[in-house]
């Protein structure tokens, strides 16, 4: 027995409010338990060097934002239980195979980060962004890592549960939409760049962070400009899972472009966003925008060509 259109929806609509309202509760108490470990690290006198040294400068640079971020994701691993069980999941999404999905992953990335950088590259030589003083070259490590990381994560939740789940009951079509709008409104969650919290101590900054948000979709110019981006990345993810069969694929894609984004912002500044074709980032903008559906096309063709999604 399946569900209707009309009783899946609803689940997912729920899903991210709750999401929201959880990460603000949790935002004060992951700020509250880093001071206290960054106390911790500097009286056993481990803040000097090392790994403690690293944790340490971490939890100096993090903002009320970044703890929202991370509480996002400790709240989703929360409630997905939930979600999963108000879908009816009854097993774990497919992987793909092992072989074929390395080659998948690493075709993939080498697209997604390539093409990134060849804008950012571009728009380097045409004096829309600078280098910095000391280019962080040397942080391209971390940002594979974290690129993975992320990916592995989102990709296991985001188009093997939910796009999974939501294709078997309101369609591919509709399940295309439905979860990359989702994925849009989820990375979407910031708050203006120029804000700065009066206390980034107190017990309410999550609310405050969850706020100023609502404030900044509600900018039309910034909202175009990028959640249009993100809904693109989101359709680009969510055909090559559909068409492949396989998670690798848009492994390789999300960790590639998490790659770029990261390793070009610790490499160069912007003095000036040009909306709408470029942002302060280089995933906000209508040239990102084209990039990405040149990438997603490439994609399809380079490694998921003879291959018809389903309807």
């Known amino acids: ?25 949790l935002t004060p108490l992951l700020q509250h338990a880093a001071s206290a470990c960054a106390q911790w690290l500097q009286i056993q006198q481990w803040d000097q060097s090392g790994w403690g040294s690293w944790l340490s400068g971490e939890i100096r640079r993090a903002s009320p934002s970044r703890y929202f971020n991370r509480a996002v994701l400790i709240a989703c691993a929360l409630t997905l ?27 993939g990335w080498l697209l997604a980060a390539g093409l990134l950088l060849a804008l950012g590259a571009s728009l380097t030589a045409l004096g829309v962004y600078q280098m910095r003083p000391r280019p962080g070259w040397q942080v391209w490590p971390n940002a594979l890592l974290a690129g993975l990381c992320v990916a ?39 708050p203006p760049a120029d804000w700065k ?54 492994i390789g894609l999300h960790a590639g472009w998490v790659f770029g984004l990261k390793w070009f912002s610790a490499l160069t500044l912007m003095s000036q966003p040009q909306l709408p074709w470029i942002g302060a980032q ?20 380079l490694v998921l060509r003879g291959r018809r999604q389903p309807r």
Do not use: Y
């Open 1 to 25: 027995m399946t569900q209707s259109k009309g009783s899946v929806l609803p689940a997912v609509l729920v899903f991210l409010p709750a999401v929201l309202l959880l990460a603000a509760l």
């Open 81 to 107: 239980p939930l979600l999963w069980r108000r879908l009816r999941i009854e097993s774990l999404p497919t992987w793909g195979r092992i072989g074929p999905g390395g080659k998948q992953l690493l075709v």
């Open 152 to 190: 592995l994560l989102e990709e296991w939740l985001l188009r093997g549960i939910l796009l999974d789940s939501l294709r078997r009951k309101i369609g591919v079509r509709a399940a295309l939409w439905v979860s990359s709008l989702f994925f849009s409104l989820l990375h979407f969650l910031k």
């Open 197 to 250: 919290p009066a206390d980034p101590q107190a017990w309410g900054i999550g609310f405050e962070v969850l706020a100023q948000i609502g404030s900044n979709l509600m900018q039309p110019q910034v909202l175009f400009a990028e959640f249009t981006t993100l809904t693109m990345v989101g359709l680009v993810l969510a055909r090559a899972r559909v068409t492949s069969g396989s998670l690798w694929p848009c």
């Open 282 to 301: 280089l995933k906000v903008g209508l040239l990102p925008l084209l990039t990405i559906a040149m990438t997603g096309w490439l994609h399809e063709r």
